[in-house]
C-alpha cells in the first residue's frame, strides 16, 4: 500500500521521485549505535514542504503526515544542519549545470540603494 500511495502525488507540494534522489545525499545518515530513525524522512520532507506551501499552522498539518511534533523536531533539526541551504545550493549548481553554464557563478550585482532616494537633504 505504501508504494503505491508514493507512485501517487496526495498533494502538489510532495517530492517527485527524481526530486528525491537529488535531496537524498545531504539527509543525515542513519545513527549507527543507539534508536533507529523510525519515520520515513521523505514523508517528513513532503510535510515540511505541504507547510511551506500552505502557510498552515504545525498543529494544522494533516494527520496523515504523522504528529505535527514529530514533523516539527525535523525541521528544526534540518533547520539546525542548514540542511535546507545545501539543497538550494546544489540545486542552484544543479539548474546552471543543466543550461550550459559553469555550476557557481563568477560575477555578481551589488546594489547600494537602500531606500535612501525618498530622503531630502536638510538645509
Not at 514542504?49 to 504523522?66: D, H, I, K, V
Not at 549548481?93 to 531630502?120: F, I, K, N
Request: positive net charge.
Amino acid at each position: 500500500m505504501a508504494e503505491i500511495a508514493r507512485k501517487i502525488k496526495r498533494y502538489p507540494s510532495d517530492l517527485t521521485d527524481e526530486e528525491w534522489q537529488r535531496i537524498l545525499p545531504p539527509l543525515p545518515e542513519p545513527p549507527r549505535r543507539g534508536r533507529k530513525v523510525g519515520v520515513d524522512l521523505r514523508e517528513i520532507l513532503n510535510a515540511i514542504r505541504y507547510m511551506a506551501r500552505s502557510g498552515g499552522g504545525w498543529r494544522m498539518l494533516p494527520t496523515n503526515f504523522g504528529p505535527w511534533q514529530t514533523v516539527y523536531w525535523w525541521f528544526r533539526r534540518f533547520v539546525r544542519r542548514m540542511l535546507f541551504q545545501t539543497i538550494h545550493d546544489v540545486s542552484l549548481m544543479l539548474d546552471r549545470e543543466a543550461y550550459g553554464r559553469e555550476a557557481s557563478p563568477s560575477g555578481g550585482v551589488l546594489d547600494s540603494h537602500q531606500g535612501t532616494a525618498c530622503q531630502t537633504p536638510r538645509l
